[in-house]
């Protein structure tokens, strides 16, 4: 649903992974901007963020989910996301919108 309403704006090139590992393989500092959701099979999303911090300090990284708690959010930002954000989202378009002004 978020790939196919980012595309369709067409301000991005978006990319999606349905597994964490291909995107650990795959990822990397050409990317703007990763938005990452927290509960991922194999691996849980902080993992990801730290391996993706530590191989590209500079990568920014947007953290995601449905099941927030003040623990999650703190630990997030202490790995280095810019931002995280809740679903559903209030607005598909204010996704967008911080997307971009990341971006800039």
């Known amino acids: ?41 194999q691996m849980n999303g902080l993992d990801v963020l730290k391996e993706l911090r530590t191989k590209y300090p500079k990568l920014k990284v947007i953290m995601m989910t449905a099941y927030s708690t ?7 930002h202490r790995e280095g996301a810019i931002h995280y954000v809740m679903k559903p989202f209030f607005s598909m378009k204010s996704l967008e919108e911080k997307i971009y002004e990341i971006v800039k």
């Open 1 to 41: 649903m978020i790939e196919k309403f980012l595309k369709r704006g067409g301000n991005f090139e978006v990319t999606s992974f349905t597994n964490p590992l291909n995107a650990l393989s795959t990822i990397s500092d050409r990317y703007d901007v990763v938005l990452l959701d927290i509960m991922m099979p």
């Open 70 to 76: 003040l623990d999650k959010v703190l630990n997030s």
